[in-house]
T-cell receptor, first 114, second 109 residues
Framework: EPEVTQTPSHQVTQMGQEVILRCVPISNHLYFYWYRQILGQKVEFLVSFYNNEISEKSEIFDDQFSVERPDGSNFTLKIRSTKLEDSAMYFC????????????FGNGTRLTVT | RKEVEQDPGPFNVPEGATVAFNCTYSNSASQSFFWYRQDCRKEPKLLMSVYSSGNEDGRFTAQLNRASQYISLLIRDSKLSDSATYLCVVMTGFQKLVFGTGTRLLVSP
């Protein structure tokens, strides 16, 4: 079964540094998402992306965050000037179409900001 | 009111028990509904979609009540391996899928 692939599995960075989290969507999927989950808390929507542009974003997704699909395969989340509170699990998810299809999640990237 | 609300639990049940989880959502225009399962420190995995007429998959039954904006999940004959957090997911807005806080289930021998 096709999978969403995320790299790295764990990223440790110092406060103020920039990080890029990578996701390879399932090949025929058209809708891409980033979610985050702070330890012990709920899965929070960050952003949805379709047709090379953001379709929706949450209040969390401020100017510190950006997404792009630079080469038509990788879907990336960039976090500029990381803060301690950015430490969380970041999940990429994809869907094939705009109907009632469910999200398919990657294994996640655990980001630790020190 | 939160977009998607769930009782966080935990629900502690013995093996073989039947357990039900509830979820309410605030946006009456929501169209798609799902139940996911999440094991500790793992990604959410789809358990089942929820259809208007209700649907069943083995020991799992999902129901949707649009009038009350309420979704339920029933697990029959609980197994130890059912221990996990169960997440209610609702599509609100344009392609935005929102998660509830999750309900933790602990099945004991």
């Amino acid at each position: 079964e096709p999978e969403v692939t995320q790299t790295p599995s764990h990223q440790v960075t110092q406060m103020g540094q920039e990080v890029i989290l990578r996701c390879v969507p399932i090949s025929n999927h058209l809708y891409f998402y980033w979610y985050r989950q702070i330890l012990g808390q709920k899965v929070e929507f960050l952003v949805s992306f379709y047709n090379n542009e953001i379709s929706e974003k949450s209040e969390i997704f401020d100017d510190q965050f950006s997404v792009e699909r630079p080469d038509g395969s990788n879907f990336t989340l960039k976090i500029r000037s990381t803060k301690l509170e950015d430490s969380a699990m970041y999940f990429c998810a994809t869907r094939p179409d705009r109907g009632n299809s469910p999200l398919h999640f990657g294994n996640g990237t655990r980001l630790t900001v020190t | 009111r939160k977009e998607v609300e769930q009782d966080p639990g935990p629900f502690n049940v013995p093996e073989g028990a039947t357990v039900a989880f509830n979820c309410t959502y605030s946006n009456s225009a929501s169209q798609s509904f799902f139940w996911y399962r999440q094991d500790c420190r793992k990604e959410p995995k789809l358990l089942m979609s929820v259809y208007s007429s209700g649907n069943e998959d083995g020991r799992f039954t999902a129901q949707l009540n649009r009038a009350s904006q309420y979704i339920s999940l029933l697990i029959r004959d609980s197994k130890l391996s059912d221990s996990a957090t169960y997440l209610c997911v609702v599509m609100t807005g344009f392609q935005k899928l929102v998660f509830g806080t999750g309900t933790r289930l602990l099945v004991s021998p």
